[in-house]
């Protein structure tokens, strides 16, 4: 079974959006993009060139991936333009009719079949970078096993989130983590654990049976209402 795993970049309030450039990606009206660029240190540069310094096969959503082929092809000699562009590259899109960029190949209709058969395979471990609508579909169909989630040190407001409505309930088992130079938390989540519920409250009194029972009837006629 090859291992998937996710790559984003998140601000404290869980904006993914256009981390890399302001042109990045301005739908929704979106004028914060290259929001990340001024924490990048060496550090980052290490943790980044260890997970590409590995056999690795990459799965991209559509507009990522759009992003990605206009880029890395010429690149020159980044760092990262070799790895990137000797990858093989699953796109899912239910738009695009081909796909140019050396070594890609499209999913097809059924992207969550599409990406358990690959698991199922021989091969690199997967990683996707970027794509936010594609791991929205992967974490409700349960396909992801690793989540790198760098956070860093500012909120924004608005912008496309990594969990938004609609995002299944999941526990996750923190394995690593680190903070660069400039207070960007890369921590390393397993999925897969169980949410473990419980209640700090004491064994309800009299006033607390009525504070319930006035909640629940609240948001009865609010349902009611709507």
Sequence with gaps: MRKLWVNTFLTLDGVMQAPGGPEEDTSGGFTHGGWSVKYWDE???????AAMGKPFDLLLGRRTYEIFAAHWPRAGDHSAAAPLNNATK?????????????????????????VAKLKRGEGPEIQVHGS?????????????DELRIWTFPLVLGTGKRLFDTGTVPAGLELVDTTVSTTGVTIAT??????IGYGSFAIE??????????KVAQE???ADHAS
């Design 132 to 144: 936010g609508n594609l791991i929205h579909t992967l974490l409700e169909h349960r396909l992801v």
């Design 219 to 221: 948001g009865a006629t």
């Design 189 to 194: 989540y397993k999925t897969g654990a169980a």
């Design 204 to 213: 309800p009194n009299q006033t607390e049976l009525d504070r319930r029972k």
């Design 90 to 114: 699953y796109v899912a899109s239910r738009t695009l009719k081909k796909v140019e960029w050396q070594n890609s190949q499209l999913l097809g209709p059924d992207v969550p079949k599409a």
């Design 43 to 49: 550090q980052m540069n290490e943790v980044l060139g």
